[in-house]
């Protein structure tokens, strides 16, 4: 099946500074990547879908002056956690969208912000 | 609203015993269905999806899952489970056939004693 690389898998920052997160399609294009985060014990919640060469789409509750989404590439979508505080600690999880409209995961990223 | 409901938080079962795992969903139109599975750490790997057709559905790792309309359900089985499938479970209502821009339930921890 299609691979969807995160990267860093872990990340750990002070509080007041950005964060970037990757998200990657190795062996697939991606026009739509999703990015969703998960608190402990807690179910996943979409926060933004992102297409390629176009601004991102974000759920409602979601800051996106805090969480910029940019999708540069057919291969590539970041999210960035600007000005970080501890309560933005959580998992960050991507997904993409390939060609057979099948969408595939990233492994995650486990943030966190001292 | 769509919403996916996992009655159970925590289910433990003995290796070998047979396994299943709730799932309810509201949604008006017709549903497209996920299950998912996480190990801890790590990304979202899919197990069976169902769209239309069939309502017995068969996935990776001997799961299968049944769609029955009349109860709003989709609940994931498998008949012997295994210590590997220690893990945790999520079902998902997709909003379009390709499974992304997902509502997931808020998952079940599955636990497997020796």
């Known amino acids: 099946g299609a691979v969807v690389s995160q990267h860093p898998s872990r990340v750990i920052c002070k509080s007041g500074t950005s964060v970037k997160i990757e998200c990657r399609s190795l062996?697939?294009?991606?026009?739509?990547m999703f990015w969703y985060r998960q608190f402990p014990k807690k179910s996943l919640m979409l926060m933004a879908t992102?297409?390629?060469?176009?601004?991102?789409?974000?759920e409602q509750g979601v800051e996106k002056d805090k969480f910029l989404i940019n999708h540069a590439s057919l291969t590539l979508s970041t999210l960035t956690v600007t000005s970080a505080h501890p309560e933005d600690s959580s998992f960050y999880i991507c997904?993409?969208?390939?060609?057979?409209?099948?969408?595939?995961f990233g492994q995650g990223t486990r943030l966190t912000v001292v | 609203a769509q919403s996916v409901t996992q009655p159970d938080i925590h289910i433990t079962v003995s290796e070998g015993a047979s396994l299943e795992l709730r799932c309810n969903y509201s949604y008006g139109a017709t549903p497209y269905l996920f299950w998912y599975v996480q190990s801890p750490g790590q990304g979202l790997q899919l197990l069976l999806k169902y769209f239309s057709g069939d309502t017995l559905v068969q996935g990776i790792k001997g799961f299968e899952a049944e769609f029955k309309r009349s109860q709003s359900s989709f609940n994931l089985r498998k008949p012997s489970v295994h210590w590997s499938d220690a893990a945790e479970y999520f079902c998902?209502?997709?909003?379009?056939?390709?499974?992304?821009?997902?509502?997931f339930g808020k998952g079940t921890t599955l636990s497997v004693s020796s």
């Open positions: 997904s993409a969208r390939d060609s057979g409209n099948s969408a595939f």
């Open positions: 998902a209502v997709g909003l379009n056939q390709a499974g992304t821009a997902l509502i």
């Open positions: 062996d697939f294009q991606a026009t739509t």
């Open positions: 992102s297409n390629e060469g176009s601004k991102a789409t974000y």
